[in-house]
């Protein structure tokens, strides 16, 4: 069982830049797969970034290649995303999820939110323009 709980949302202009942190509790989270998704009022979830459990792969959406990093700290128990060069359109509910990497749902796709068995409660970040 882990258990996600997200934070570094808040308030920013258009071209700077935030660090969203997601604390996970769990000796093993180590094999975890790790992915950010977001979601507007009124709009489905959308996949953001993905983190394969060794940490040798990364996926991102094309809205956000090039201006968002996603990392992870296994000794911490943390992943991170770092957004620079933000844009109001960035504004959302941003959440952290992760998957087991070892289990069946694992094998689904990275962009699809159904894969990913645990949440967090989600942070908010608004960029102004």
């Known amino acids: 069982q882990v258990q996600l709980v997200e934070s570094g949302g808040g308030y920013v202009q258009a071209g700077g830049s935030l660090r969203l942190s997601c604390a996970a509790s769990g000796r093993t989270f180590s094999v975890y797969s790790v992915a950010w998704f977001r979601q507007v009022p009124g709009k489905e979830r959308e996949f953001v970034a993905h983190?394969?459990?060794?940490?040798?792969?990364?996926y991102y959406a094309d809205f956000v290649k090039g201006r968002f990093t996603i990392s992870r700290d296994n000794a911490k128990n943390a992943v991170y995303l770092q957004m620079n060069s933000l844009k109001p359109e960035d504004t959302a509910v941003y959440y952290c999820?992760?998957?087991?990497?070892?289990?069946?749902?694992?094998?689904?796709?990275?962009?699809?939110?159904?894969?990913?068995?645990?949440w967090g409660q989600g942070t908010q970040v608004t960029v102004s323009s």
């Open positions: 999820a992760a998957v087991y990497a070892y289990s069946r749902r694992a094998s689904g796709l990275h962009t699809d939110q159904r894969t990913y068995d645990y």
């Open positions: 983190l394969n459990w060794t940490g040798g792969r990364t």
